[in-house]
């Protein structure tokens, strides 16, 4: 019977048996395609799935077709999820044509996740994940991002699906016979077709092994390297067809191969190829078809090399090997020694045998009964036709070779055996680690019932692996555990068993399923092997036979409990309970659950048990295998193992108990009579481990029963219960006796497993306990674990511990307890590590001295195990002691490693010790321990577990950081000091651009759908923060809507007939017309990229309504009525415009691609032009890249004019400054200078090649490419040619010339390179002042031989046309470069004579050009203004006020008036330009008057002389001048003149001048408010083109300037709005900025405040951003380090969150600051406890837990009498919210509660005195007092009078107990007497709070013989002992018995 229960001892019961069936099968029928698959005959293919995705033979599988039955099979995985540890299976099941992708587990509901269909039968799918890195070194491998696929593989093509819904598809070259996923990418091995023809001499063969790194990656041969025997070593392809691939493994990344010819495993590491071996490849195989380079040899040397793998057998002799060979090979291939010599040196990798040398051995073929006479039809096809098929055309060695990337580089290869066994390829192989990490490559021989082992480890250098000896394991199948570390074995007779590695731990036993039956067992005998020596050692039960077997047949299993009983019996189907039902195989191992089947095809899925289930057992386990050798390690686990998973094993509470108790018995401990473990109640149920041996010394019973019952723990509680007191029951007595009575004997078991190693774990174990101490949540765990050391402590006789246990648990530790003895003569046999210290380490004692500025060893710590208290120790010596280098170097001297290896001495650890060294910059090191931390990965919950002491430095540094973070610091940083604001900015900056928090998604559904004026999707809600006094914004809507009828207000007088009054409508319609057609430009200004389309609906384009209403009957007004002349065309721009306006709403940020673009396009004709504007648009914000050029060349060839111009804009504004080539192209075919001279004549229209050239200028801005800069400058003064070529609108395509030219060499100034002979400038005068023309240059002069007919423009250059282009291109070559020389060509004439030969306008022009280049001359005052009008103006100009004209003959008035005005506009545009978007108060000054001065001008009586044409133009400029300096601001004055000017309609009002008006608006209010301009070169070349100040007379006009220019300004447009939103609300509100510019020659550095939301200056301007307090937590961007990070900000709406501090509420909430808390109690700060309503706290903060705390612990209930608690809550409250640590508040609570207990003497354990004390040390801490001296204005982190109570409390506690008579306790204790119980816990706090050294250190002193204080003091200097301390204990020491108390 005994032996029942020892075999039942180590039974394993597996828990949570399910039935288990793929998920894929039932969904397959389900499925659509489930009619032509007939399910009911899928069979299960077991063979084809090994457990880890091996597919041992598949390959063999694939060569028999089975017609009727369909093949399915399905693999398992872990499945991994990001968040938390879920722990699933994913399963991947192929059946037909179908792959089923499903997740699921127990607590999951199973779903498919992905289901494919294919055209073929799947033959094989995988998962495998792909790299995609350019970079294709090892290196990248690790850091480089991977693309998850699934692969697919059919007969003559493999699908490749990827999880980012990526598909790919590559045909394969060559029949596959199996894939595999490798580290790198797939790996295939081609099928060997057994009628390959043997390639004669010249042919090499064909290499058998391919990879494919990607699927847009070509399919490429695998290269081999392999040590021969004479030590060089061979690279060359894999051609053997014997060898095939059974297993395959990514980390490590290995290849196990089975070699069917010599029936022999090897294994190979694979990698990628290096450069050497690729070129060694290539040479070899260049040369391998001439046989002279290679040297002639012997057939035996063909024979040698044929050995050349690797396998180098050393250990037999030499010729005896390979005469083994040639015999055993003779019968495969006879043609082995004719073959010749060049072949068998190509082949050396195949051992001398070609492909053909396989056919006749059928090895693989052969276990299914497949012949070579009969093929199925399938594969004749074909294999007969190899030339065509595979070997041609892949690798013929005449085509260029193929350059391998992965190597197979060989290892290992397993010893040859006397008997060659055929066909022991494995089935299965796995790499399976032992529960000490030590690997083991396994593989399952199926033919030999044989499991093969090899151990393998990395080499020290970790560049390559070693592999050891094999064991063979009995086994019929076998699974790896890896969760727990085992492996699953199923042996011959059914029965299941875990091994570790090698090591038996026992047998499953699976509750429900009955235990082989006696007769299967005997039927099944084992084949004895050769190697059975080597196998695990047959248990002893075994060789008693099968006696356990028997037993085991019960018909109820054991349970835990009995519900579970019916449900596993009696429900389940009756075959479960036939006795034939066996586990037939295992497979599909995930974590630790696995699938048997049983013999009857059906499957079940297992769970094995954890090792262990409570983290404090876990932790101990994991130091004890830590310290112990790992042999003895593992034995330790093993018996654990299975003491712990015994069937009915222990519940999550006891299993401590149980492990205590293992230990012990390992130990050499009697458990059963130590009256501590003796008392364990195992919850009832006496596991069945500990109840037989319980249950054995006698049948009958015994006094030690009765005893145990007395010791229990129900007795004592029934003791101690009030009614036994009041029954007068005396307690009982006998156990006492009892007890001293089994103390006598007790001792414990030298021969044990552990026995040896007691100290060393005993030290490890105390490391956990200080582990432990560290975390909050573990005290149960410490109370347990204190009761082991404290046991182990006493037998190990180690005083110093038993004290420090005593003053941490005073209660716990008694001072007597049960002593085990060991005997003096074993412990010679104890093994005390050199780590081992008589001193306890105390992690606490470690803090204080630090705080106190001792010098303290260092602390030991276990790597992997005690990371906290590394974590603390490092924090406290990187934040206290102000060591930086503390937290660089892993070997750091704050901490001792503990490691099994020999340590050094002590005497070199002692010169390690440290000392208080000055801290550098104070606050740099908070910085430093905050990112420290994060990068560790500690977070907020791992600080709120730290005990309160030890947590405080590091609060203190994370309030220090609260209080001025970086901006740019990580996510986790910013989490952890508690900044969500900065935390959520830091997650949205990794966020791709998108949607942003402020876009608004609903657009407002007040408006209905004809109503869309193109402005309902603008933010309204940031607009009401940045112009919340007025209603301006409905304003401007109201202004630059063009979807409403006009109102046409017409007087009919008496004399007008109705048919003249239509007519006078309608002409007044026409007028208005001109305005309403010139809104859209200003329209798209105004809602510049402020909406996100949806990809599945087409943007929504107002429609452009140019009908009117007439009052007072609201009649409809049309212009198509036919009764007045409209002038044709006239809505094409405008509808144009519209369309722009339109596409630019879209956010560059929003997802469109190409099918939306193409989707959008209209269906009528007559919208087309909207549509070429929507391209235009789609271009400037920079989606146009996308569109595909397919399309591109489909729209540009329909010939539509408008769609080329906006398309070749919008690509040349896409494309900016790129020099892209197939852009070029594009736009190169219309112009025609760009075209060879003697390419066909190509109809472009002019506009188009306008727009080409203009096109070209962008595509190369700033480039100064020469050609196309020579090209430009010839067009600039293109001539007209014959047939009325280019005789219309020329001074467009001149000006476009010369703003091309200058966009190309913008701001180049003299430093053209390579440009001299061109003589730019000097060309560039001669168009603007006129000459003679040169003759033209380069290859187009033949075209302009014959001058045109009908202009006769002689040899001049016309300067009319010319001189725009010319000026503008001069200005742009030379912009901001200040270059005087050049700018004096532009200076204004300054004589009569000259003037009359300038057009007025072209002296704007020159003007602004010059300013432009003297561009840091310009002024913002009208001084500067007017110094730029000639001295000849300046003295004769009129004043337009005066009624008569001064008389004047030689001057002409006229010319100079006009020259004047012009001169002054064109000085204001240069302001306008040089303070764009800067909102400069005295440019916007000086602009404000010269506009109000145009405008008087304007109704001046004599404006006639000067022209109201030329008036409206320069008043016109000015506007556009100061909407470009308040650009974006919205600026009321402004938008004051622009509403009046719109109000202006009749007169000279044209088209060109409403366009300029409302653009002006548009610039305004650019982008919503949200943009502003910029002062780049490139803004300013974008902007000459937009602003342009020629503007067109009517709605057709583009002669002097392409209108689709105008839009231009987009590239200048940049966003600068800064939003502030609240992190908490997720609105915007209002915030301070502080912005501190750079200084400049003109400005110091200064700084600003700003209320935001509101537009920044330029970046590159500004310092830095700060967003001010007191209401928002500060927040600094420094623009110094760079400005990414404040652009990227900006460019996802400018969203930048900020978090009111508690007590405050919001600029919009309380303007005035007068609410917030502080204000409210500032007057007197005493009474401010009183004063504070608890009620009022939820106005200030919106933490939860403060809130719920003022609601239960602040407010006063019916029973709680104790008002002065209350008070005191409210008044830690105030302080937590008011100074901003609400974290503190659980701190304060713990001390004052603290303190109240050790008043009521109820400390029981004296952590929170130790965290108290510690607080208070930091505080008196010489690194805070440092801290506060350098920042004295800093909020305090704790309340200045807080802690000096506590500490008078605690004092006042512990002295008043001494004087009531604990100093005779005292006493007693440091003389090392006893004393009474009842002082226990007392005496503890006392000696903890004054840190009163131990009794053992003070002997050493002789304290006892002092006489004086002065004496003592002395000597207790080296006891490090304060003066507070010793002023209490000298009284006793001086035999003075009153303590002299302060």
């Not at 064909?206 to 990656?217: A, E, K, N, Q, V």
């Not at 010269?1490 to 109704?1499: E, G, I, R, V």
């Not at 701190?1787 to 109240?1796: K, L, S, T």
């Amino acid at each position: 019977m005994s032996n029942f229960y020892e075999e039942r001892a180590t039974m394993i019961a597996a828990g949570d048996l399910q039935e288990f069936v793929p998920f894929g099968r039932d969904h397959c029928k389900h499925h659509p395609n489930a009619l032509n698959l007939q399910l009911r005959q899928l069979q299960p293919a077991s063979e084809l799935w090994s457990s880890d995705g091996a597919a041992g033979l598949v390959g063999s599988l694939q060569e028999v077709t089975i017609h009727e039955k369909q093949k399915e099979s399905w693999q398992l995985r872990r499945g991994g999820s990001e968040i938390g540890e879920v722990d699933y299976d994913e399963e991947l099941y192929v059946a037909g044509n179908m792959v089923i992708w499903s997740k699921g587990s127990k607590s999951q509901a199973l779903a498919v996740y992905k289901a494919f269909t294919v055209d073929s039968p799947v033959q094989q799918a995988l998962w495998c994940d792909f790299i995609i890195s350019q970079d294709k070194s090892e290196k990248a491998y690790s850091s480089a991002e991977v693309e998850k696929c699934i692969c697919i593989l059919q007969s003559s093509c493999i699908n490749m699906h990827s999880i980012e819904g990526k598909d790919y598809i590559a045909s394969l070259p060559f029949q596959v016979a199996n894939v595999w996923p490798t580290k790198y990418g797939l790996l295939f091995e081609r099928s060997s077709s057994s009628h390959e023809i043997p390639p004669g001499p010249p042919r090499e063969p064909l290499p058998t092994m391919f990879s494919m790194l990607h699927p847009l990656d070509e399919i490429t041969p695998l290269v081999c390297k392999s040590g021969s025997l004479f030590g060089s070593s061979r690279v060359q392809y894999v051609v053997d067809h014997a060898m095939k691939i059974v297993f395959l493994s990514t980390d490590p990344s290995i290849v196990m191969t089975y070699d069917t010819v010599q029936c022999l495993h090897s294994v190979w590491v694979l990698r990628r190829v290096k450069a050497e071996e690729e070129n060694a490849v290539l040479k070899f195989s260049e040369q391998g078809g001439t046989p002279q380079n290679v040297a002639p040899s012997s057939s035996l040397t063909a024979n040698l090399r044929s050995l050349s793998k690797g396998d180098s057998p050393v250990a037999s002799p030499f010729q005896n090997y390979s005469s083994i060979h040639s015999q055993s090979r003779s019968t495969s291939s006879p043609s082995l020694h004719s073959r010749s010599p060049s072949i068998s040196n190509m082949a050396a990798l195949s051992r001398a045998h070609s492909p053909a040398s396989g056919v006749h051995s059928f090895t693989g073929v052969q276990r299914f009964n497949l012949s070579s006479h009969h093929q199925s039809p399938r594969r004749h096809s074909i294999s007969h036709s190899p030339d065509s098929n595979s070997n041609s055309s892949f690798l013929a060695p005449e085509t260029e070779p193929i350059v391998p990337e992965l190597c197979i580089d060989h290892l290992w290869t397993e010893a040859i055996t006397n008997i060659r066994e055929k066909n022991s390829q494995a089935s299965k192989v796995f790499i399976t680690s032992d529960l000490c990490g030590q690997k083991f490559l396994c593989f399952l021989v199926e033919s030999q019932l044989q499991l093969r082992c090899v151990k393998f480890q990395e080499s020290n250098d970790k560049t390559q692996l070693i592999f050891g000896s094999i064991t063979n394991i009995q086994a019929k199948d076998a699974a790896p555990v890896e969760k727990i570390d085992t492996m699953l074995v199923l042996e011959s007779s059914g029965n299941l068993v875990l091994y570790t590695g090698v090591v038996r731990v026992g047998k499953v036993f699976i509750p429900g399923l009955p235990a082989p039956s006696l007769t299967m067992s005997n039927a099944m005998p084992r084949p004895s092997t050769p190697l059975d020596s080597v196998s695990t050692p047959t248990p002893l039960s075994k060789l008693l036979g099968t006696l356990d077997e028997v037993v085991l047949l019960s018909p109820v299993p054991e349970l835990r409990d009995s519900s579970k009983l019916h449900d596993s019996l009696y429900n389940e189907d009756c075959t479960f309970q036939q006795l034939g039902t066996y586990i037939h195989s295992i497979r599909d191992p995930v974590r630790n659950r696995v699938t048997l089947e049983l013999s009857n095809g059906s499957m079940v899925r297992i769970t094995l048990p954890e090792i262990a289930t409570s983290e404090l057992v876990q932790t101990c386990l994991q130091a004890i295998k830590f310290i112990l050798p790992k042999e003895i390690a593992v034995q330790m686990l093993v018996k654990w193992y299975s003491v712990h998973s015994a069937p009915g094993g222990p519940s999550y509470h006891s299993e401590w108990n149980l492990f205590v108790i293992c230990l012990m018995n390992m130990m050499g401990y009697n458990t059963d009579r130590l009256a501590w473990t003796r008392n364990f109640d195992f919850e009832g149920s006496l596991s069945p481990v500990i109840a037989p041996k319980k249950a054995r010394p006698s049948e009958t019973g015994s006094d030690e029963d009765w005893e145990y019952l007395l010791n229990s723990d129900y007795h004592q509680k029934v003791e101690s219960h009030l009614l036994n007191r009041s029954l007068c029951l005396s307690p009982l007595e006998v156990s006492q006796i009892k007890d001293e009575d089994l103390s006598q004997n007790l001792s414990l078991d030298s021969s044990t497993l552990l026995f040896s190693h007691i100290p060393a774990m005993f030290f490890v174990l105390h490391l956990v306990y200080e582990e432990l101490k560290l975390n909050t949540l573990m005290g149960e765990g410490i109370h347990s674990l204190v009761d082991l050391l404290v046991q182990l402590a006493r037998d190990l006789k180690l005083e110093p511990y038993l004290d420090h246990y005593y003053r941490d648990y005073p209660t716990l530790v008694r001072t007597t307890g049960q002593v085990c003895t060991i005997d003096q003569g074993q412990t010679g046999f104890m093994h005390h590590p050199s780590f081992f210290t008589s001193e306890p380490p105390s992690i606490y004692q470690w803090v204080s001295s630090c705080l106190k500025g001792e010098e303290m060893p260092p602390y030991p710590y276990l790597p992997g195990i005690c990371e906290r208290s590394r974590l603390v120790v490092l924090s406290i010596a990187l934040y206290i002691l102000g060591d930086e280098s503390s937290v660089c170097d892993e070997s750091s001297h704050y901490l001792s490693r503990i490691s099994v290896a020999p340590q050094k001495s002590q005497a070199e650890q002692e010169e390690n010790r440290f000392s208080f060294r000055h801290s550098p910059s104070v606050s740099s090191l908070a910085e430093r321990l905050v990112v420290w931390m994060a990068n560790v990965g500690f977070t907020l919950r791992d600080l709120e577990t730290l005990p309160f002491g030890i947590a405080l430095p590091i609060r203190d540094a994370i309030y220090h950081c609260r209080e001025q973070p970086a901006a740019d610091w990580p996510e986790a940083v910013c989490l952890l000091i508690g900044r969500q604001d900065l935390s959520k900015q830091a997650c949205e900056g990794n966020l791709p651009k998108g949607k942003s928090v402020l876009s608004s998604d609903v657009p407002s559904g007040t408006e209905t759908e004809e109503e869309d004026d193109g402005m309902n999707d603008m933010n309204q809600e940031v607009m009401s923060l940045i112009w919340s006094e007025d209603l301006r914004v409905q304003d401007v809507r109201r202004l630059l809507q063009s979807a409403h009828p006009v109102r046409v207000n017409v007087v009919q007088y008496p004399e007008l007939s109705d048919h003249e009054f239509i007519e006078e409508k309608e002409n007044r319609l026409l007028q208005l017309c001109q305005r309403t057609m010139a809104l859209p430009v200003g329209r798209g200004m105004f809602t510049l990229f402020s909406y996100h389309p949806v990809p599945t609906e087409p943007l929504p384009i107002p429609k452009l309504n140019l009908t009117g209403r007439a009052p007072p009957r609201n009649t409809t007004v049309d212009l198509n009525s036919g009764n007045i002349d409209v002038p044709p065309n006239m809505t094409s721009w405008a509808s144009f415009h519209n369309g722009v306006a339109a596409g630019l709403k879209i956010a560059p940020a929003s997802q469109i691609d190409s099918a939306w673009i193409v989707y959008n396009k209209p269906k009528h004709a007559e919208l087309a032009n909207e549509y070429a504007g929507f391209l235009m648009a789609l271009g400037l914000n920079g989606h146009l890249t996308k569109l595909a050029t397919l399309n591109i060349h489909d729209y540009l060839t329909k010939g539509h004019e408008m769609t080329s111009i906006g398309l070749l804009l919008g690509v040349s504004a896409a494309k900016l400054g790129t020099m892209d080539m197939s852009i070029t192209r594009l736009l190169s075919i219309h112009i025609p200078a760009l075209l060879p001279p003697t390419s066909t004549e190509l109809d472009v229209p002019h506009n188009v090649q306008v727009a080409a050239v203009v096109g070209i200028g962008l595509v190369y801005q700033g480039t100064a490419h020469r050609h196309t800069a020579e090209v430009l400058l010839a067009e600039i003064g293109r001539p007209p040619g014959p047939e009325m070529e280019y005789c219309t609108d020329r001074e467009s395509y001149s000006l476009a010339a010369g703003l091309a030219l200058g966009m190309v060499c913008l701001g180049h100034g003299s430093n053209l390179i390579g440009m001299s002979d061109l003589n730019v400038p000097e060309q560039l005068y001669q168009y603007m002042v006129g000459g003679h023309r040169r003759f033209q240059a380069g290859m187009h002069r033949e075209k302009h031989k014959s001058p045109s007919y009908q202009i006769k423009e002689g040899d001049t250059i016309n300067v009319d046309v010319t001189c725009p282009g010319a000026t503008l291109a001069l200005a742009m070559i030379y912009l901001k470069t200040n270059n005087r020389s050049i700018a004096d060509w532009l200076r204004a004439p300054d004589t009569m004579y000259l003037l009359d030969f300038v057009k007025p306008e072209f002296l704007l022009l020159r003007t602004l050009a010059r300013c432009l280049i003297l561009w840091d001359d310009i002024l913002p005052n009208s001084k500067w203004v007017d110094s730029n009008v000639p001295q000849i103006i300046r003295e004769n100009s009129i004043s337009l006020s005066e009624i008569e004209l001064p008389c004047s003959e030689d001057l002409n008035l006229e010319t100079l008036s006009q020259a004047h005005v012009y001169i002054i506009a064109g000085a204001c545009l240069s302001l306008g330009f040089r303070f764009a978007g800067s909102e400069n108060l005295s440019a916007f000054n000086c602009l404000h008057k010269f506009a109000k001065d145009f405008m008087t001008y304007l109704s001046a009586p004599n404006a006639s002389v000067t022209g109201p044409y030329n008036l409206e133009t320069c008043l016109s400029v000015v506007l556009l001048s100061l909407a470009m300096v308040m650009a974006g601001s919205g600026n009321l004055k402004v938008l004051q003149l622009c509403r009046f000017l719109h109000m202006k309609t009749g007169g000279e009002m044209n088209y060109g001048f409403h366009l300029a008006h409302h653009m002006a608006l548009g610039i305004l209010f650019l982008g919503g408010g949200r943009y502003s301009l910029s002062t780049s070169n490139s803004s300013i070349a974008a902007l000459l083109c937009a602003l342009y100040p020629h503007f067109p007379a009517h709605s057709t006009d583009n002669r002097y300037h392409l209108q689709a220019l105008r839009h231009l300004y987009v590239l200048a447009a940049e966003p600068r709005l800064l939003v502030p939103v609240d992190v908490d609300t997720n609105t915007p509100c209002y915030a301070l900025l502080e912005v501190t510019y750079k200084g400049t020659q003109w400005y110091e550095q200064t700084k600003e405040e700003l209320m935001a939301p509101t537009l920044l200056p330029e970046l590159h301007l500004l310092k830095q951003i700060k967003v001010k307090g007191p209401r928002y937590w500060e927040l600094l961007i420094d623009l110094s380090k760079g400005t990414q990070h404040l652009k990227s900000i900006l460019s996802k709406d400018g969203v930048l969150y900020v978090k009111l501090r508690a007590g405050q509420l919001s600029y919009k909430d309380d303007p005035m600051g007068w609410q917030s808390l502080l204000a409210q109690t500032v007057a007197n700060r005493n009474s401010e406890a009183r004063a504070f309503k608890p009620e009022t706290i939820s106005a200030f903060t919106s933490d939860p837990a403060l809130l719920s705390f003022a609601e239960y612990f602040c407010k006063p209930t019916v029973n709680m009498g104790q008002q002065e608690l209350l008070d005191l809550f409210s008044s830690v409250l105030y302080e937590c919210v008011t100074q901003e640590t609400p974290e503190m508040l659980p701190a304060y609570i713990a001390m004052d509660q603290a303190v109240r207990r050790l008043g009521r003497r109820e400390m029981s354990e004296t952590s929170e005195l130790w965290q108290i004390k510690l607080v208070l040390e930091f505080f008196s801490s010489r690194s805070h007092q440092e801290r506060l001296q350098t920042h004295p204005k800093r909020g305090l982190f704790m309340n200045s009078e807080f802690l000096p109570v506590v500490k008078c409390s605690i004092d006042n506690t512990l002295d008043q107990w001494l004087q009531a008579g604990g100093d005779v306790c005292l006493h007693a204790y440091l003389s090392g007497q006893p004393w009474e119980e009842s002082q226990l816990s007392m005496l503890a706090c006392f000696l903890v709070y004054h840190s009163v050294p131990a009794p053992r250190h003070l002997p050493s002193v002789g304290l006892e013989g002092s006489t004086s204080f002065a004496e003592l003091l002395f000597k207790c200097k080296q006891l490090k002992m304060p003066v507070r301390a010793l002023l209490r204990l000298a009284p006793l020491l001086l035999g003075n018995p009153q303590p002299m108390v302060m």
